[in-house]
């Protein structure tokens, strides 16, 4: 089973930007480790990326669900890609960020207008398809009426099952 989902971003400048990863440069094929000039740790090189930000939007194919969510995905130089999530988010001093919060002070007012906007123009198709938009407050919590069995995996580690474990996964 595979949740469907999408990623809609305004196409115009300022939902843009660019990044950088680590990547590991692959040194002269050797048998010596020590030979191919890695020492202790393999060397690292940037790799320069250009990304978008605007939502992705998760329609679990189990119940008519939706969850929209501020994300990026990311092209880098070297053909990689990182593909947004519904629980995407960063941490600065080890709280989380708010991904909209944070999009509003980074962009500015009317780019948050603009991305508003596309979020609610998104809503509006899926509840004209019967597509319940669930709230992100709501979306986390967790649901105590759900148990984890051998058959399930999600649930056996001790923590609570919510909404995104059992109507929005990624594969089996």
């Known amino acids: 089973m ?44 940037r790799i320069p990326g250009r990304g978008r930000t605007g939502w992705v939007v998760a329609v679990s194919l189990l119940a008519p669900f939706a969850v929209i969510e501020l994300s990026d995905t990311v092209a880098f130089e ?20 708010a991904p909209e919060e944070n999009f509003r002070e980074v962009y ?3 780019a948050y207008k603009t991305i ?19 709230a992100a407050e709501e979306w986390r919590k967790p649901a105590p009426w759900l148990q984890g069995t051998e058959e399930t995996l999600i649930g ?8 995104p474990d059992a109507f929005f996964f990624e594969s089996l």
């Open 116 to 134: 508003v906007s596309l979020r609610v123009k998104i809503a509006d198709i899926l509840e004209g398809f019967g597509i319940t938009v669930l």
């Open 156 to 163: 056996l580690d001790g923590k609570a099952i919510r909404v």
């Open 2 to 45: 595979f949740v469907s989902h999408v990623f809609r971003s305004p196409d115009r400048e300022g939902f843009t930007f660019e990044t950088e990863a680590e990547g590991v440069v692959e040194p002269e094929l050797t048998d010596d480790f020590a030979e191919a000039g890695w020492g202790e740790d393999p060397p690292v090189s």
């Open 108 to 110: 500015g007012a009317q």
């Open 78 to 97: 070297d053909g990689s890609r990182t593909e947004a999530e519904i629980e995407s988010y960063g941490q600065t001093a080890g709280e989380r960020v």
